[in-house]
């Protein structure tokens, strides 16, 4: 059994293998292209120091306060006994089984990379800082020396210079290293699924350059760049052009890209290896310039999708709910968000509130004229588009019960097909016709669900601006209507309260005592008390987080 180092089928954290390793690992896991991978453990590192007594005098080291307090002539002593050290039994005989299975499936040359703990974080990426080693043989000694060369970085002159300038604590002795087959690239380099650099931009940005891309990395060479609209990406409407003869397949890469963006809920960075018919993920990290990231919510979502949805149903639910997004914004003459509305986190659907919020900024007036609210001709000329947004909003609004009445008729007669004596070709057919009918049953549902936020934004600004004196509110008034899911805990707390309100003897607890002191009065009331029965069966039923 594997000791010290895991393959690329298993799913991994940075505690066992670094940071960057455990990307690779979410990479492999999720199904993207990553070359033949596998990962050496962090504790491959301190078992070896250990076994060559130098484990007490680098702990020493790495007690220091900061790192200008140790001299250069120190951190060189240190890298050169890593790199002299020799590798645990067990750890080369895991290797050397490694590399004959490799080498067996026609492996050449490999890539040896850092995976520390502290790198490819969001804060401090520590971004190449560490020792890479490319083309190296696929034989033991060439591979073992270049693992010493990679946990001897971690005692660089650059990674500590990088420590004192950012004012980051010194880096753990905690280094996993990726060894991975080296891909024989046409052409390589980095793409950011958000322009790191002008993030207001909403753009893919690429960088590439003719072969393995280290000379990109290391700066020594000018890469070719591309500009990739968002919108135009999510809306189907890029053309790539001369680009395309080159880069066979951006397309499908662009959108793996933005699929991981959207699965990791953070803007990425992706280094790249283009082999002529395949993009292969070399390594992956969050972009750590951007000012945010996208918050992602299951508010309102829980009660339409509230069980696990596997991945094949959501195959079918993404492009249905996001498409019926853009459904709605094409019927206004909307841009489309530069970013998918809804996405899938360990079986649970989210929901984008950046985006919805980008969406919904079009019907407010501080968009158009600023806080400040101030008139200029720019501004008046802006307002002219918020009224043509008000008369197709109209117009979509009279025409909607138009679409849905319709509904009524169709649904029964067309949702329903008899399965007997037909062919599987026939049977897809007939799936596609269905899904077809939903899609469109989903496009109408959401653009009432966005038209009811729009009233129900309005009737908040009216009662804000009318009835503030009085304490109305628009959820106030609201309250319980229809029979949404919702609704239920609020009404059940509801007869809770007049049942307290109708009982003097409670009624004057409940006025006069602290929250604090009625949990303590209710915890010390017997089961069988009324009160304290209702409110038990009240989180039995709805659970304590209906009380949000």
Same mark, same amino acid.
């Given at each position: 059994?594997?000791?010290?180092?895991?393959?690329?089928?298993?799913?991994?954290?940075?505690? $066992?293998?670094?940071?960057?390793?455990?990307?690779?690992?979410?990479?492999?896991?999720?199904?993207?292209?990553?070359?033949?991978?596998?990962?050496?453990?962090?504790?491959?590192?301190?078992?070896?120091?250990?076994?060559?007594?130098?484990?007490?005098?680098?702990?020493?080291?790495?007690?220091?306060?900061?790192?200008?307090?140790?001299?250069?002539?120190?951190?060189?002593?240190?890298?050169?006994?890593?790199?002299?050290?020799?590798?645990?039994?067990?750890?080369?005989?895991?290797?050397?089984?490694?590399?004959? $299975?490799?080498?067996?499936?026609?492996?050449?040359?490999?890539?040896?990379?850092?995976?520390?703990?502290?790198?490819?974080?969001?804060?401090?990426?520590?971004?190449?800082?560490?020792?890479?080693?490319?083309?190296?043989?696929?034989?033991?000694? #060439?591979?073992?020396?270049?693992?010493?060369?990679?946990?001897?970085?971690?005692?660089?002159?650059?990674?500590?210079?990088? &420590?004192?300038?950012?004012?980051?604590?010194?880096?753990? $002795?905690?280094?996993?290293?990726?060894?991975?087959?080296?891909?024989?690239?046409?052409?390589?380099?980095?793409?950011?699924? $958000?322009?790191?650099?002008?993030?207001?931009?909403?753009?893919?940005?690429?960088?590439?350059?003719?072969?393995?891309?280290?000379?990109?990395?290391?700066?020594?060479?000018?890469?070719?760049?591309?500009?990739?609209?968002?919108?135009?990406?999510?809306?189907?409407?890029?053309?790539?052009?001369?680009?395309?003869?080159?880069?066979?397949?951006?397309?499908?890469? %662009?959108?793996?890209?933005?699929?991981?963006?959207?699965?990791?809920?953070?803007?990425?960075? %992706?280094?790249?290896?283009?082999?002529?018919?395949?993009? *292969?993920?070399?390594?992956?990290?969050?972009?750590?310039?951007?000012?945010?990231?996208?918050?992602?919510?299951?508010?309102?979502?829980?009660?339409?999708?509230?069980?696990?949805?596997?991945?094949?149903?959501?195959? =079918?639910?993404?492009?249905?709910?996001?498409?019926?997004?853009?459904?709605?914004?094409?019927?206004?003459?909307?841009?489309?968000?530069?970013?998918?509305? /809804?996405?899938?986190?360990?079986?649970?659907?989210? /929901?984008?509130?950046?985006? /919805?919020?980008?969406?919904?900024?079009?019907?407010?007036?501080?968009?158009?004229?600023?806080?400040?609210?101030?008139?200029?001709?720019?501004?008046?000329?802006?307002?002219?588009?918020?009224?043509?947004?008000?008369?197709?909003?109209?117009?979509?609004?009279?025409?909607?019960?138009?679409?849905?009445?319709?509904?009524?008729?169709?649904?029964?007669?067309?949702? =329903?097909?008899?399965?007997?004596?037909?062919?599987?070709?026939?049977?897809?057919?007939?799936?596609?016709?269905?899904?077809?009918?939903?899609?469109?049953?989903?496009?109408?549902?959401?653009?009432?669900?966005?038209?009811?936020?729009?009233?129900?934004?309005?009737?908040?600004?009216?009662?804000?601006?009318? &009835?503030?004196?009085?304490?109305?509110? #628009?959820?106030?008034?609201?309250?319980? =209507?229809?029979? %949404?899911?919702?609704?239920?805990?609020?009404?059940?707390?509801?007869?809770?309260?007049?049942?307290?309100?109708?009982?003097?003897?409670?009624?004057?607890?409940?006025?006069?005592?602290?929250?604090?002191?009625?949990?303590?009065?209710?915890?010390?009331?017997?089961?069988?008390?009324?009160?304290?029965? #209702?409110?038990?069966?009240?989180?039995?039923? *709805?659970?304590?987080?209906?009380?949000?």
């Amino acid at each position: 059994m594997a000791k010290w180092i895991f393959n690329s089928g298993k799913k991994l954290n940075a505690e $066992q293998v670094g940071q960057k390793a455990a990307n690779l690992s979410y990479l492999i896991q999720h199904g993207y292209p990553v070359p033949k991978t596998a990962f050496i453990s962090v504790g491959a590192l301190s078992k070896s120091l250990q076994n060559n007594r130098l484990e007490a005098p680098i702990k020493e080291l790495l007690q220091k306060e900061s790192a200008a307090l140790v001299p250069p002539e120190t951190l060189k002593d240190v890298r050169q006994k890593i790199e002299q050290l020799v590798l645990p039994e067990d750890l080369q005989d895991e290797l050397a089984a490694l590399l004959k $299975q490799w080498r067996a499936d026609g492996v050449q040359h490999l890539a040896v990379r850092s995976s520390a703990v502290s790198e490819d974080l969001g804060a401090q990426s520590f971004a190449g800082q560490y020792f890479s080693a490319l083309q190296v043989d696929a034989d033991l000694e #060439a591979v073992s020396q270049a693992v010493r060369q990679v946990w001897a970085s971690l005692f660089s002159d650059r990674v500590w210079s990088y &420590c004192r300038q950012h004012d980051v604590p010194l880096p753990a $002795q905690a280094m996993g290293v990726i060894i991975q087959e080296m891909v024989p690239a046409r052409f390589a380099g980095v793409a950011f699924s $958000q322009n790191p650099l002008q993030p207001e931009k909403e753009e893919v940005f690429i960088e590439y350059a003719v072969g393995s891309g280290q000379q990109l990395v290391d700066g020594e060479v000018v890469p070719g760049q591309l500009h990739l609209s968002r919108e135009k990406i999510h809306t189907g409407t890029l053309k790539f052009g001369d680009v395309q003869r080159e880069l066979g397949g951006l397309q499908e890469f %662009v959108n793996r890209l933005l699929r991981l963006e959207e699965q990791t809920g953070s803007a990425v960075d %992706v280094e790249w290896a283009f082999d002529g018919t395949t993009f *292969y993920f070399l390594q992956f990290r969050p972009i750590t310039t951007l000012g945010t990231g996208i918050v992602w919510s299951d508010e309102n979502v829980g009660e339409v999708i509230p069980d696990v949805v596997t991945p094949f149903s959501w195959s =079918i639910l993404q492009p249905m709910t996001n498409g019926a997004y853009r459904y709605f914004l094409r019927n206004l003459g909307l841009r489309m968000p530069k970013q998918p509305l /809804f996405t899938l986190y360990e079986g649970k659907v989210y /929901f984008n509130q950046n985006a /919805f919020r980008q969406v919904m900024e079009a019907f407010y007036l501080t968009t158009y004229l600023g806080p400040e609210k101030r008139i200029s001709f720019k501004k008046l000329f802006k307002l002219l588009k918020l009224n043509y947004l008000l008369l197709r909003l109209g117009y979509f609004l009279l025409r909607l019960p138009y679409k849905i009445w319709p509904w009524n008729r169709v649904i029964p007669d067309q949702l =329903i097909y008899s399965n007997e004596n037909l062919t599987p070709q026939r049977h897809i057919r007939e799936i596609k016709r269905l899904l077809g009918y939903a899609r469109k049953a989903m496009n109408l549902h959401i653009s009432v669900t966005i038209f009811a936020e729009i009233f129900y934004q309005a009737l908040d600004k009216v009662c804000a601006a009318w &009835c503030a004196d009085e304490g109305i509110e #628009a959820s106030r008034l609201l309250q319980g =209507i229809g029979d %949404v899911e919702s609704t239920q805990p609020a009404r059940a707390l509801w007869e809770i309260g007049q049942w307290i309100r109708n009982n003097e003897t409670y009624r004057e607890r409940f006025t006069k005592m602290s929250v604090d002191e009625l949990q303590q009065w209710l915890a010390n009331q017997p089961r069988r008390d009324p009160l304290r029965k #209702a409110i038990d069966l009240f989180f039995e039923h *709805y659970g304590h987080g209906a009380l949000h």
